[in-house]
């Protein structure tokens, strides 16, 4: 059994390819455009969708069949074809190039896998149960969904803004620690769930990182 390494890749503005046009091929480019990639498709036909974001400029497409050489300079890649060949052809292609890669189907996966994945803004829950049943990775997200709320999104942000001014105005280390643990200490969230919460500017977070670091 392959055990594998969680990471969280940064793709922004990263070139990744995607051969195949199908419904599988549109899910994929959508997760790389949730990632800012510079997303190009190579298929002959693609779905509606994909000539939807081909039309808004938000992807190429390379209105063929794939060819060896197509995927020079990919940072990654997606196998989404029906063609077993084909995407064996890619996934070769792409390991000889040290490129990242994935098929879709078939019993050759490249270098890594894609779990389920629920989004919240910055909060990224990634599920996955290295390929023995991806229909139950999905079924264990959409439990997650009901736990992990859009709450998340707002608290994450606030905790961002919070993060940020506190690593600006708090030089010392334990100092920074002690303020951050405070912080996730307050009732924001469930303020935010209630609909009571008041965002807070950049003074009043500023005022509050002040009073806090006098009293650690």
Request: neutral net charge; proline residues 4%.
């Amino acid at each position: 059994m392959s055990v594998y390494l969680p990471v969280m890749l940064d793709c922004k503005g990263r070139r990744c390819a995607v051969v195949g046009g199908g419904a599988v091929a549109e899910r994929k480019v959508n997760s790389l455009l949730a990632a800012s990639a510079d997303v190009t498709v190579i298929s002959p036909e693609v779905t509606q969708g994909l000539r939807q974001l081909v039309m808004e400029g938000r992807i190429r497409w390379i209105s063929r069949e794939y060819a060896a050489g197509d995927l020079a300079g990919a940072f990654l890649v997606y196998a989404a074809t029906s063609s077993p060949e084909v995407n064996g052809a890619v996934i070769d292609e792409a390991e000889r190039m040290g490129a990242l890669a994935n098929a879709a189907g078939g019993s050759r996966t490249g270098s890594f896998i894609s779990p389920s994945v629920l989004r919240r803004g910055r909060l990224v829950i990634a599920v996955s149960t290295s390929g023995a049943g991806p229909a139950l990775a999905a079924k264990i997200c959409d439990r997650l969904e009901e736990e992990y709320g859009p709450e998340y999104e707002e608290y994450l942000e606030w905790m961002y803004r919070m993060r940020s001014s506190i690593k600006r105005q708090v030089t010392r280390p334990e100092t920074r620690q002690r303020l951050l643990m405070k912080a996730a200490d307050l009732e924001v969230l469930d303020e935010i769930r209630k609909g009571t919460f008041e965002p807070w500017d950049t003074e009043q977070i500023k005022q509050w990182i002040a009073n806090n670091q006098e009293e650690s």
